[in-house]
Each structure stands twice: as C-alpha cells, then as structure tokens.
C-alpha cells in the first residue's frame, strides 16, 4: 500500500498537533506555558488572515504590528475560531475584527451562535470547563487566556448584537518612538 505525500503530511500535521496539545497539557498543570512563550515584532493581520483561510472565516485586512509570538497567538485565533464554528455550526456565521485602541488593539471573533448565557461567562476560561459541547478537552480557552495575559493582554467574552458571542482579545501595541 502506497501512502501519497499529502497524507503523509496530513498526518504528520495531526501528530504535531498532538504532542503540542500533551505538551501544553502538562505545561499548563505545572504553570509554565508562559514561559515558552518567545516574542517578536510581528505583523497581526498576517496570522488573522491565515487561521482565516485555514477555517473558511472572514478575516480584516488591516495589519496591525504588535510584539508577540506567532506560533502562540495562532494557536489563540484557532482556537477560538474553530469554537466558533462548531457551536454556530457553519463557518459563514463567524468573522474576524480589528479595531484599534489607544495603547492596543482588540481582535474580536465573531459568531451567530447559541451565545454564552450570563451565568457561565465568568467561568468560560476555567480550566475542563466545557459547557454543554462535548468534544473538546475543555483547555482551548484555559490556554488561549494564559497566553493572552502572558503577551500583557485580555480576553473576555460579550453577547453578539442580534445573537451569538464575541470574543475580544486586546494585545498592547508596541509604544511609538519619538525620534
């Protein structure tokens, strides 16, 4: 039996994605997973518009310039994304937002969804916390807030006008030098 090389690469992807998740599992139990954390000038809008193509969502064309690590906030957007779309059900009612700030900007993922009813939103983040979807480990959130705060950030979650939830992660933007 023959193995062609885009299956071979799609495993190889899935077994990364593995060992990321057992890696971040046994460094969220020990507290550590920001200290893998490794910043750099990087461009925001870049990695947006990629978890954007990889889901089918909308994402902003601006290009926000921000100090962080890629490879974590990808794993952010993702994972807030692919909530988004499993409780909404369809990639066509979720999108991506910028809007900037004095001092930072804000992404927001958007999703016409079922919504995060009050009582459960202070406890979205908690670590296993699943809420009623099943088929997830419950660490997505867990994970995408302590790299959040590990880049000086927040995320937080708010009713969708009209229906569905929203959440805003805001990064710091890099201080503007005066030459």
Do not use: C
Request: aromatic content about 4%; hydrophobic content about 40%; overall charge negative.
């Amino acid at each position: 039996m023959r193995w062609g090389s885009q299956t071979l690469l799609d495993a190889q992807r899935v077994a990364e994605n593995m060992t990321r998740l057992v890696n971040d599992l046994l460094q969220l139990s020990r507290g550590e997973l920001v200290q893998s954390i490794e910043m750099h000038f990087m461009n925001l809008g870049n990695v947006l518009r990629q978890v954007g193509r990889d889901f089918g969502v909308r994402a902003p064309e601006e290009s926000p310039e921000i100090v962080g690590d890629p490879g974590r906030l990808t794993q952010v957007f993702m994972n807030l994304v692919t909530n988004a779309v499993r409780v909404s059900g369809s990639p066509d009612l979720v999108h991506m937002e910028v809007a900037h700030r004095p001092g930072e900007v804000e992404v927001r993922v958007v999703d016409r969804g079922p919504g995060v009813p009050d009582p459960i939103k202070p406890r979205i983040f908690d670590k296993f916390y699943r809420g009623k979807e099943a088929g997830s480990a419950g660490l997505g959130l867990t994970i995408a807030q302590q790299v959040v705060v590990a880049h000086g950030g927040s995320i937080d979650v708010v009713d969708t006008p009209g229906g569905g939830a929203t959440f805003r992660v805001r990064l710091p933007t890099p201080e503007e030098e005066d030459e």
